[in-house]
Structure formats: C-alpha cells, structure tokens
C-alpha cells in the first residue's frame, strides 16, 4: 500500500544481454527467412548511438512482425543502448520471459495504468544510455488509414522528458517483383522536446502523429517507385520460387554459360 501523496514505485527489469543476443540472432534468421529483404531508405538520417540522449523511438503498428524488425534494428543501430518496450500487461504475465528482453507491463484503459506506464517510461528515460520503442497507435493499422490515429501516452511522455530524442520510424511490409514481400524502412527528422516550443499533451499528440504520418507518405512514395538507387539494403533474405523450379533454372543457366541468381532482378539487391 501507498500513502496519500507517496509515489508508487514502478520499474523495469534489466535486459538480460546474454538472451538478447539469441533471441536477436534468432529473430534475423526468422526475418530473413519470410522476406526477400530489409531495406531503409539512402534518405534515412540514422542517429549516432552515442548522441548523448536518451530516445523515444515512435513507430506505426502495421503488423504482428513490428517486435522483430524493432529488435532487429536495435541491436544493427544501437547494440550499446539498452531498449525497452512496453507491451500488455497480459501478455507479459502470460510470456514472462519478455521481461529479460526489455518489455515492461502496459495496462490500457484506465488511468492507473496509464499513470504507471508514464512513470516507468520516464524513469527509463532518466539514462542517456537507454531507448523506448513505442506504438502510440496502440493497435493494428493499416499503413494506408489517414489521418494517424494515435493516443495520448507519447503527447504526455514528451511533456515529462524534456532531454529525449523522439524519432519517428515508418515501416512496410510490401510486394515488389518475388514471391517475398520485402520490409521496407525510413526514419523522419528526430526532435529533441526541450528544443520545441510545445506545452500541452494535445499539441504534442498532434505532432508526432504528423511527423509519422509524413514519413509514412514518404516511404509509400518511394515503395511504389520500386528504384533500388532509394534503397539501402540492410539483410537480403529468402529468393527464388522453389526448388524444382529454380533448380531448372540453375542448370539452364550452367548449360548456357552463365551465372545463376534467383531473384528476377538481380540488381535491386544490393547488401550494404
């Protein structure tokens, strides 16, 4: 119990460093597995790892993949960082090996919960050393719905962590020219929220849905064009049909002298 008044402490566990690194290692084999790529865009300004800050990194909810490409990213842009993410409080209790991983318990819909995440988040955010990873969606969307809908959590967050990088992250799971969809990356202009003349929860809410609803334009934009001169190609995953069939292809190839690939166009890959 808590006196009237007192505080009520929350707080998130330590990552463990040693399962981060299996699971990360095992969730770019799975990525690379259900992909032809991952791909972020030339444009992209990619932060220092060591900017001095901590950060909040802001993101659209697309898909049920959104934890792993995060947890990729994480350890490819920032390994010296320790990320956290909150996740429903259920979920949590129910996979309780995710508290080794960064999660921490979210309880939606009430304003303890909200209370709670807002503390802990601001706690975690006291370090230079640490990132949050956030879906202010708070729920599946589709990357084409306008306007963003977002809730309140990232607006108020921005309010109680003046020192904070926010950096909001577009992410597509799109069709190109393989039987692969490919994971498609851009990041918008990181802000620091004592650098913005910002006040209230509602204000802030309203940028940040802006600014990712303007690097999600910007990423839709040049997914369509499909030019891999836009591209930088992170990981290059699974190519080709099936076996029979690129197998022909293989000894057709050979017969004639020439060099297999299995993708259909060669070219659009190129791993950086």
């Not at 309780?96 to 802990?120: M, N, S, V």
């Not at 809730?151 to 926010?166: K, M």
Request: charged share 25%.
């Amino acid at each position: 119990m808590t006196s009237t008044g007192q505080k009520r402490r929350v707080s998130a566990p330590e990552p463990s460093r040693q399962l981060l690194r299996l699971f990360a290692r095992y969730s770019r084999y799975y990525l690379c597995r259900h992909f032809h790529s991952i791909r972020v865009l030339h444009e992209a300004a990619i932060p220092s790892a060591d900017v001095g800050r901590p950060i909040v990194m802001y993101l659209n909810h697309a898909s049920w993949w959104d934890p792993l490409v995060c947890l990729y990213l994480a350890r490819r842009w920032f390994p010296g960082r320790n990320s956290y993410a909150p996740i429903d409080a259920g979920m949590l209790k129910r996979y309780a090996f995710f508290k080794h991983l960064g999660f921490y318990p979210a309880r939606a819909g009430t304003a303890r919960g909200a209370l709670d995440f807002l503390r802990t988040t601001e706690q975690l955010l006291g370090s230079e050393r640490n990132m949050i990873w956030l879906t202010p969606q708070g729920r599946f969307v589709d990357v084409r719905e306008r306007p963003i809908p977002f809730q309140r959590g990232l607006g108020a967050l921005a309010n109680r962590s003046a020192r904070a990088l926010f950096i909001p992250l577009a992410i597509d799971y799109t069709f190109w020219t393989e039987p692969q969809p490919e994971i498609l990356l851009t990041l918008g202009p990181a802000v620091a929220a004592e650098e913005m003349i910002i006040s209230s929860v509602g204000d802030w809410t309203d940028f940040f849905a802006r600014s990712l609803e303007e690097t999600q334009d910007r990423l839709a934009e040049c997914a369509a064009r499909r030019d891999p001169e836009d591209w930088l190609t992170l990981e290059k995953g699974v190519s080709g049909i099936n076996a029979i069939y690129d197998g022909w292809r293989s000894l057709r190839s050979r017969m004639r002298g020439k060099s297999f690939t299995p993708e259909h166009h060669p070219d659009d890959v190129r791993v950086s």
